[in-house]
């Protein structure tokens, strides 16, 4: 009689610290373990998140709620069920650090706070909150929520494997979250995902992100959300609010925006690629509001600019082109000493009902369509100004008040073969203002994490942009 022994995962977390913001539980360190195992949490307990399109399982092979000072490091969190580490609710100065994430069934890191901090916080995507009782002090209500916490040098690669609406680190409801030095790969969806404004202050940093939206059909490397409680279904109907001079409530929701979101976020000195097909790259969707976003390359992708306030774009290298859709009006974004490189066909600024001479500033940038080719702009406007125009060269674009002191030209990139975007000494964009930064900081700093990283941009290959596989199809490489 043969005899076989079968394991099965029954256990849905392995470590739960359970505290509160009055009794906290302190100075917790778990380090060089591996966490293996755990039970599915998918079909599980879920709740939405705000207005956001996510719903969360707050369950985790490791979960902080109620931690101060507490780590995880150098864990290595193996083939689990549902999330890698969760920190719910009140936390503070919490990190994740040196740490592999590989085959998990949902997401690798998530912060995610308490509804009971939010302010008239509305759930789910048509919703408002009611007027006669909306709050308008800035800010979180309690400190139920996840402050002051960090990722960093984790390696976060073929996760999601059963819940899709995953990410390599997840943030909601929390404020002054870092995410640095992180290499991401082999996601369904985005790779780092910001929720909602509450509120804001955090900062993306050196981290490398591919090989993502690989099982969805939106979103890109770093995605996020606002839909704060400014934000209204109805403000691009033509329903009277409040002013008759503001019918569709913008004025008003410009005057909110930065009440959740009062913290500016920051996104820099990151490297995002993907691969052919569609991704935003930087996807600042609905709402998203109070980011400076500064020092970025992005390979194959772009940025998108939604509904919003109060975005500051500046010293970013995106081969791939703008898009902007269904802004508001008035929105005080700036685009400025950027340098946009196009693939074949396609168009430095992609409008979606957007009204481009409504941006408080967008100049100063270098635009190349390569070798024999003119860059293009399709405004997409519902704009009187712009009425009938439908693709514009860059000299009607700086007619309208766009791009005044903007050139079309090669950056002269230094080695993008080697996938180098530093641009040499007479680059014309230095003379724009554009200033260069690192090309070797991005993404995980321990060794073997670095050569594990190593094998994975080796088998995804896919992502590199259009001119470079082709500068190397010509060469032999």
Known sequence: MRTAVVETAGLEELFVFDGSSGQPVRHISLEGIEFIHTARTFLGKYEPLLRGD???????????????????????????????????????????????????????????????????????YDNNWPEDDFDTTPGPKSPDYPKDCRVHDCLIYNIGRVGKQTAGVFISMSEDITVSH????????????????????????????????????????FNSWGRDRYWKTRHHSTKPFHDPQDSTGQKLAKKRARLDNY???????NRFWH??????????????????????????????????????????????????HVCFDDKGD???????????????????????????????????????????????????????????????WQAVGLDA????????????????????????????????????KFGVIKPELKKLAADGHRTCNGYLHPEILKRRSNTGE
């Open 54 to 124: 996510w719903s969360i399982c707050r369950l985790a092979a490791v979960r902080f709620k109620g931690a101060e000072d507490c780590s995880v490091r150098n864990c290595f969190f193996n083939q689990s069920g549902g999330n890698g580490v969760f920190l719910d609710g009140y936390n503070r100065r919490c990190r994740v650090a040196g740490s592999r994430f590989h085959k998990l069934g949902e997401s690798a890191v998530c912060s995610v706070g308490s509804y009971r901090a939010v302010r008239s916080g509305a759930i789910s």
């Open 263 to 269: 913290k500016t976020t920051i996104i820099r000195n």
């Open 334 to 396: 700036i685009f400025k000493n950027n340098i946009v490189v196009l693939s074949e066909g396609r168009a430095a600024y992609q409008g979606i009902r957007a009204k481009p001479l409504d941006i408080a500033d967008w100049d100063y940038n270098l635009y190349h369509a390569g070798e024999g080719a003119s860059v293009k702009f399709v405004p997409g406007s519902v704009d009187p100004r712009l009425e009938g125009i439908r693709r514009m060269n860059l000299q009607q």
């Open 275 to 324: 691969a052919g097909g569609h991704s935003w790259g930087i996807d600042l969707d609905d709402g998203s509001t109070n980011y400076y976003i500064y020092n970025n390359l992005t390979l194959g992708c772009g940025l998108k600019l939604r509904e919003g306030f109060f975005r500051r774009i500046e010293n970013n290298i995106f081969l791939d082109s703008i898009n902007v």
């Open 182 to 221: 992180c290499t991401i790969f082999s996601v369904p969806r985005s790779g780092i995902t910001v929720n909602d404004g509450c509120w804001g202050g955090h900062v993306i940093e050196f981290n490398d992100v591919f090989d993502t939206v690989i099982e969805t059909g939106d979103h890109g490397p």
């Open 405 to 440: 002191h903007s050139i079309e030209a090669d950056p002269m990139f230094v080695d993008p073969e080697e996938l180098d975007f530093q641009v040499k000494p007479d680059s014309p964009a230095r003379m724009l203002g554009f200033k260069n930064f690192p090309m070797d």
